[in-house]
């Protein structure tokens, strides 16, 4: 069964600053994608990324950006000039492309900015 | 589209109580999950399904709880008996094929039982 580990139940960066949130995963598919969401205190979840990973090519979203490493089974996080409004919990998810499309979250991060 | 809509956004029920959440996924969208969140285990896949028939329902806890999904734009998650532990936010989620689609997530419902 395919698993999503988020080691950092907290992270806290300074506005402007730049913050890696860390996410591992297990699976021995090879077709799969992977997610970045975001759940601010509205509990609403928005999506910020996603890779492909059959892609080599880490993905980018303006001041979002991945690590992907298909080998590590990592795919983490960075965010760049940190707002105020990107404080939040982020939940890193794994979907499979067989076996019906199921996604599963990690546990999550939940990120302060300090002013 | 209005997006997903789940109902109640809160129930408070007493424990020994019958609660049935409701879910109306985004017209054509042909998967549907159900999500529990709670502060210690996170988001946690109930059960999902695919044009109707449920794919995977070994995210749910016990017998006390059940889903159906009776047509494409209507589902139901019931807990019958309801205990105190089952007190967590039900999400409930929808997308269109599978893969890199991202799921389209409901408001939630906050459920409390006393």
Redesign the interface.
């Known amino acids: 069964a395919q698993t999503v580990t988020q080691s950092q139940p907290e992270m806290s960066v300074q506005e402007a600053e730049t913050v890696t949130l860390s996410c591992t995963y297990d699976t021995s598919e090879s077709?799969y994608?992977l997610?970045w969401y975001k759940q601010p205190p509205s509990?609403?979840?928005i999506?910020v990324i996603?890779q492909?990973a059959y892609k080599q090519q880490n993905a980018t979203e303006n001041r979002f950006s991945v690590n992907f490493q298909k080998a590590a089974k990592s795919f983490s996080l960075k965010i760049s000039d940190s707002q105020l409004g990107d404080a939040a919990m982020y939940?890193c998810a794994y979907?499979?492309?067989n076996?019906?499309?199921?996604?599963?979250?990690?546990?999550?991060t939940e990120l302060s900015v300090k002013p | 589209d209005a997006g997903v809509i789940q109902s109640p956004r809160h129930e408070v029920t007493e424990m020994g109580q019958e609660v049935t959440l409701r879910c109306k996924p985004i017209s054509g969208h042909d998967?549907l999950?159900w999500?529990r969140q709670t502060m210690m285990?996170?988001?946690e896949?109930l059960i999902?399904f695919?044009n109707n028939v449920p794919?995977?329902d070994s995210g749910m806890p016990e017998d006390r709880f059940s889903a159906k999904m009776p047509n494409a734009s209507f589902s139901t998650l019931k807990i019958q008996p309801s205990e105190p532990r089952d007190s967590a936010?039900y999400?409930c989620?929808s997308?269109f094929?599978?893969?890199?689609e991202?799921?389209f997530?409901g408001?939630?419902t906050q459920l409390s039982v006393l």
Not at chain 1, 99 to 108: A, D, E, R
Not at chain 2, 97 to 100: E, K, N, T, Y
């Open positions: 077709d994608y997610f509990r609403q979840m999506l996603r492909e939940f979907r499979s492309n076996q019906g499309g199921k996604l599963i979250f990690g546990q999550g | 998967y999950f999500y285990r996170g988001l896949l999902y695919n794919i995977d936010v999400f989620a997308s094929r599978r893969g890199r991202k799921l997530f408001s939630g």
